[in-house]
């Protein structure tokens, strides 16, 4: 059951019900098909718990606790097998001669409201620091260890006097001001692991 099985059609941006095939005629394969029939697969089941939980969202917009719980509850009881990832696909293998190895992203859905998608790291692979403004951000590690170090802005965190706001008079272009930001986390995430989830203004 490989990844290309639950990729969104990118240009309509639908996500598709995805069911498993098989072809084996055992008896207790044929009951496990039944049963999955009648509930969705855990990526459609977490589609269709985000498309409720953002349906009414907006940068900036935190959802209420229980519909976090609600996300959260998905993403913790999901597994590799899930999503149709392992450790030995070729994603997550190091490439000789290359210091920094390359990172996949495969893209499962995307609307105005959310998206979802998986990142593939390989061994040392890294994703350089940066930022989700007025975005509530939902990780779950499938396998493997990660470092993870994540920062918060300091409030009313200026640098030598600079303002937060960008400077406009006498004709100057805007330029990016500097600011002040802690540490918040700054650790090594083992699977299985509990999701995280980062806030528009914390995490």
Request: hydrophobic share 30%.
């Amino acid at each position: 059951m490989g990844i290309e099985r639950y990729l969104a059609d990118r240009k309509g941006k639908q996500f598709c019900e995805l069911r498993k095939e098989t072809t084996t005629n055992n008896k207790s394969r044929k009951n496990r098909r039944r049963t999955r029939k009648s509930s969705p697969l855990p990526v459609q089941k977490l589609y269709e718990t985000c498309n409720e939980v953002f349906a009414s969202g907006g940068i900036g917009i935190v959802p209420p606790f229980e519909d976090i719980e609600r996300v959260r509850d998905v993403l913790d009881k999901m597994e590799p097998v899930d999503v149709g990832l392992s450790p030995e696909m070729p994603y997550f293998r190091t490439t000789a001669g290359r210091r920094t190895p390359p990172i996949t992203y495969l893209h499962l859905y995307e609307s105005n409201k959310f998206s979802m998608g998986i990142f593939c790291l390989p061994p040392s692979g890294v994703i350089p620091l940066h930022n989700h403004p007025g975005m509530t951000v939902f990780s779950k590690l499938l396998f493997g260890t990660m470092h993870i170090k994540a920062y918060d802005w300091v409030d009313g965190g200026a640098v030598n006097g600079t303002s937060t706001r960008a400077n406009v008079s006498r004709g100057r272009a805007p330029s990016r001001s500097i600011r002040l930001a802690k540490v918040k986390v700054d650790a090594d995430f083992t699977a299985p692991c509990d999701s995280s989830i980062l806030y528009p203004a914390d995490g």
